[in-house]
């Protein structure tokens, strides 16, 4: 029995290490894909001297630490310095794994890459990143999912009697805030150049796993990070309320705001082929995913 016990409490110290991870990438998604999409970040990681990445790394790990001070990604902060120092490693970790990720993603390190290179706009890159998963607790704490558990058990009661009222508004309000958040972004990167420079080096392998990781990271930001409204949003009743179909739903709304942005700033027209739409709008579909996230965190 003690055993079992033992086994038990380390699965679950186990699973909630994990979920503070999964909390922190998905706050750094937030805050740093905008910048990936950029191809000055990319150039000037290429060829920056190897003593500035380290003051680089150097000042984004103090600013990482002031911010872990008072902020940080974990909902359970001890508050001493030491406890904040090895939290801005570990946030500075998590910027470099996710800037890393997405970078072999969109094929701008491959494995023809030069390390020096590679390590230049990883470095670069995992700044916003980094800064992301810092400010994760201050700006996108869970406090109103809890609450939202203390409700008054009457009042859950009633909220379920209406659940057939209700399903059409849930309905729309997610459409309303995927949309608004997909386009806000699409609209910063739609009329840039990366878009088509990335389509030219991405194999229909990789735009498969673009797709794959842009449902994969909606996922984990609206319905495992803990973020605000999260119980509140496994218990609504719209058409697509379930966390998969939420989540699949919310991504082929994306596919159309990225779409209408290539449209609406010509860099597609009705007489390009097929194909060009779709490597353009998955692509793009990526960040406008996160940004359709970040709208519905924000009902």
């Given at each position: 029995m003690v055993k079992?016990?033992?086994?038990?409490?380390?699965?679950?110290?186990w699973t909630s290490e994990l979920l503070e991870l999964i909390r922190g990438a998905s706050g750094g998604f937030l805050f740093g894909i905008p910048l990936l999409y950029t191809m000055e970040v990319w150039w000037i990681g290429s060829y920056i001297e190897p003593p500035l990445l380290l003051s680089i790394l150097a000042v984004t790990y103090v600013v990482v630490l002031l911010l872990n001070r008072s902020d940080g990604f974990r909902k359970n902060k001890q508050g001493g310095m030491l406890d904040a120092a090895i939290e801005s490693v570990e946030a500075?970790?998590?910027?470099?794994?996710?800037?890393?990720?997405?970078?072999?993603?969109?094929?701008?390190i491959t494995g023809e890459t030069p390390l020096d290179e590679a390590l230049g706009k990883v470095i670069f890159e995992s700044v916003p990143f980094s800064l992301?998963?810092?400010?994760?607790?201050?700006?996108?704490?869970?406090?109103?999912?809890t609450s939202d558990q203390n409700e008054n058990p009457k009042t859950q009661q009633n909220t379920h009697t209406r659940k057939d009222k209700i399903s059409f508004k849930d309905t729309l309000a997610d459409i309303s805030?995927?949309?608004i958040g997909a386009m806000i972004v699409a609209f910063n990167i739609a009329p840039t150049d990366e878009i088509p420079m990335l389509a030219a080096a991405t194999s229909p392998p990789w735009l498969i796993a673009i797709i794959i990781a842009s449902l994969i990271i909606s996922y984990g930001i609206v319905f495992v990070a803990g973020f605000t409204n999260q119980?509140?949003?496994?218990?609504?009743?719209?058409?697509?309320?379930?966390?998969?179909?939420?989540?699949?739903f919310s991504y082929l709304i994306s596919l159309l705001a990225a779409a209408l942005m290539l449209?609406?700033?010509?860099?597609?027209?009705?007489?390009?082929p097929w194909f060009l739409w779709l490597r353009y709008t998955l692509l793009l579909a990526l960040p406008a995913t996160i940004g359709g996230a970040a709208g519905r965190l924000a009902i």
């Open positions: 079992y016990l033992i086994k038990y409490q380390r699965s679950n110290i500075l970790g998590i910027g470099i794994v996710c800037a890393t990720f997405t970078l072999i993603l969109l094929r701008r992301g998963v810092a400010l994760t607790r201050s700006l996108l704490s869970g406090e109103s999912a805030a995927t949309l119980q509140k949003r496994h218990a609504q009743q719209g058409l697509f309320q379930t966390p998969e179909g939420e989540t699949i449209w609406f700033f010509h860099r597609l027209s009705f007489s390009d």
